[in-house]
T-cell receptor, first 113, second 110 residues
Framework: DSGVTQTPKHLITATGQRVTLRCSPR?????VYWYQQSLDQGLQFLIH???????AKGNILERFSAQQFPDLHSELNLSSLELGDSALYFC????????????FGPGTRLTVL | AQRVTQPEKLLSVFKGAPVELKCNYS??????LFWYVQYSRQRLQLLLR??SRESIKGFTADLNKGETSFHLKKPFAQEEDSAMYYC????????????FGKGITLSVRP
């Protein structure tokens, strides 16, 4: 167990809806990364937060947003959901800012019907 | 731009056979290379990172900067090695995000 937790495990919702995915990093880790895993796109980096501040953005849609709170947990908000947003969403955490070893959570499987 | 290429989608071998999972990368600088393993769509687990030069579960990988490759090898495959394997690259400094290859499914038959 890497210590990174994500809730919920599964989420089923309808098109047009909004959902929030939650990630708690390992104790002491200040960095949180979000990734999307889909069958057609593979694993894609979405966004990186360090100690509450956004550090880097990847292929994240404007309908998606994230934040990291003072207790270091992070939330990924997905709105106006489309069928193509169905995917496995992982978060990962790492300790020092530029330590590239990332520890992954179990993921949240989002199904948009 | 940084890119990771895993040219094969599937490798099927018999137990005890050697395994080589190929990975090539593109990055203008000194990247850090990783192999992650994913069992049955579970969480990704770090298998190897090139700077540690460790052998995990019998797997090794050598970074070849001339050929920009980081192939994963194991001399004798076991059935429990069956999983999805991802090669990933991370840049330096603030560019710490992981760029993944498409992954390869390793199937080890008894």
């Amino acid at each position: 167990d890497s210590g990174v937790t994500q809730t919920p495990k599964h989420l089923i919702t309808a098109t047009g809806q909004r959902v929030t995915l939650r990630c708690s990093p390992r104790s002491g880790d200040l960095s949180v990364y979000w990734y999307q895993q889909s069958l057609d796109q593979g694993l894609q980096f979405l966004i990186h937060y360090y100690n509450g501040e956004e550090r880097a953005k990847g292929n994240i849609l404007e309908r998606f947003s994230a934040q990291q709170f003072p207790d270091l947990h992070s939330e990924l908000n997905l709105s106006s959901l489309e069928l193509g947003d169905s995917a496995l969403y992982f978060c990962a955490s790492s300790a020092p800012l530029y330590n590239n070893e990332q520890f992954f959570g179990p993921g949240t499987r989002l199904t948009v019907l | 731009a940084q890119r990771v290429t895993q040219p094969e989608k599937l490798l099927s071998v018999f137990k005890g056979a050697p395994v080589e999972l190929k990975c090539n990368y593109s990055y203008s600088g000194s990247p850090e290379l990783f192999w992650y393993v994913q069992y049955s769509r579970q969480r990704l687990q770090l298998l190897l990172r090139h700077i540690s030069r460790e052998s995990i579960k019998g797997f090794t990988a050598d970074l070849n900067k001339g050929e920009t490759s980081f192939h994963l090898k194991k001399p004798f495959a076991q059935e429990e090695d069956s999983a999805m394997y991802y090669c990933a690259l991370s840049g330096t400094g603030a560019n710490s995000k992981l760029t993944f290859g498409k992954g390869i499914t390793l199937s080890v038959r008894p």
